[in-house]
C-alpha cells in the first residue's frame, strides 16, 4: 500500500496528524470525487477516530470500489473496532485481486491468529517472506508457528520448557512481563496447539506476537 505521506522522490517524511488531517480535509472538501478520502482515512484511524475512518473508507469505496489501498485501510479500521468479519471480508477482496499485495497477507496472518487458525496464519506469512524477503519480524513469526513450539538454543528458560511442568499459562504470563517474549509466545504456542479451546492462552499468545513485532521496530 502506497504511503500517503510519501514524497515523489519516495522518501516519506512524520508530519503532524493534526496539519495531516486539515490538509486532506480541505483537499477532500474542495473535491469530494477525491481519492483523498483514503489517506485522510488513514490519518483519523491513526488518532483513534475509528468510526470515521470506516465512514469515509466505506462511502469512497461505493465510487471506487478497485481502490486496493482504501480496502485495506477499511481492513485495518474494522480490525481496530473488533470488526474481524468485515476486516476479513475486505482483506480478502484484495488478496483476490491483488494476490501479491503483501500488507493484505500480513493482516490476514495477524487475523488468523486472532482467530486460532495457525496453519492459515502461515500460510500467509510464508507469501509474506517470499514477497518481502527483508522482513524479518513476519520470518521470526513464521519460524515459531512452523517449529510449533519446539525448544531452542540459547536460552536457559526455553531449554527448561522440556519439562511440562512448566508450559502453563501462569508461567508464560511471567515470561511476558519481564519482557522474555521469544519464552512467552513458545510457551503460549504450545499450551493452544495442546488445548486449542484455551481462550486465555489465545490471547497471551497474541500478545506476545505483538510484543515481539513491536521489540523489532525500536
Not at 508461567?171 to 519464552?183: A, M, N, S, W, Y
Given at each position: ?19 495531516t ?13 477525491s481519492?483523498a ?18 465512514a ?24 481496530d473496532?473488533?470488526n474481524q ?11 483476490s485481486?491483488?494476490p501479491?499485495d ?10 488468523a ?5 495457525l496453519?492459515?496464519?502461515?500460510t ?5 517472506v517470499?514477497?518481502d ?12 508457528l ?15 520448557l522440556d519439562d511440562?511442568?512448566f508450559?502453563?499459562?501462569?508461567f508464560?504470563t ?11 509466545a513458545?510457551?503460549?504456542l504450545?499450551?493452544v ?26
Amino acid at each position: 500500500m502506497a504511503d500517503p505521506t510519501a514524497r515523489p522522490g519516495g522518501a516519506s517524511v512524520a508530519q503532524d496528524p493534526v496539519s495531516t488531517i486539515r490538509r486532506y480535509e480541505e483537499r477532500l472538501a474542495k473535491d469530494p470525487t477525491s481519492l483523498a478520502f483514503a489517506p485522510l482515512a488513514e490519518a483519523y484511524r491513526k488518532v483513534g477516530r475509528t468510526q470515521e475512518a470506516i465512514a469515509l473508507c466505506e462511502d469512497g469505496l461505493r465510487r471506487y470500489p478497485h481502490y486496493t489501498t482504501a480496502r485495506v485501510i477499511l481492513a485495518k479500521a474494522y480490525l481496530d473496532a473488533g470488526n474481524q468479519d468485515g476486516a476479513l471480508q475486505e482483506l480478502t477482496s484484495v488478496v483476490s485481486r491483488a494476490p501479491d499485495d503483501v500488507q493484505s497477507h500480513r493482516l490476514l496472518a495477524e487475523l488468523a491468529v486472532k482467530r486460532g487458525a495457525l496453519d492459515r496464519a502461515v500460510t500467509h506469512l510464508e507469501r509474506v517472506v517470499e514477497l518481502d524477503p527483508a522482513d524479518q519480524d513476519s520470518r521470526a513469526q513464521l519460524e515459531l508457528l512452523q517449529g510449533r513450539g519446539a525448544t531452542g538454543e540459547g536460552s536457559a528458560i526455553l531449554r527448561l520448557l522440556d519439562d511440562e511442568t512448566f508450559v502453563t499459562v501462569t508461567f508464560g504470563t511471567l515470561c511476558l512481563q519481564q519482557g522474555l517474549v521469544d519464552e512467552a509466545a513458545t510457551i503460549f504456542l504450545r499450551i493452544v496447539k495442546r488445548d486449542p479451546s484455551n481462550a486465555v492462552a489465545w490471547k497471551r499468545l497474541e500478545d506476545a506476537l505483538n510484543a515481539k513485532r513491536a521489540r523489532r521496530k525500536v
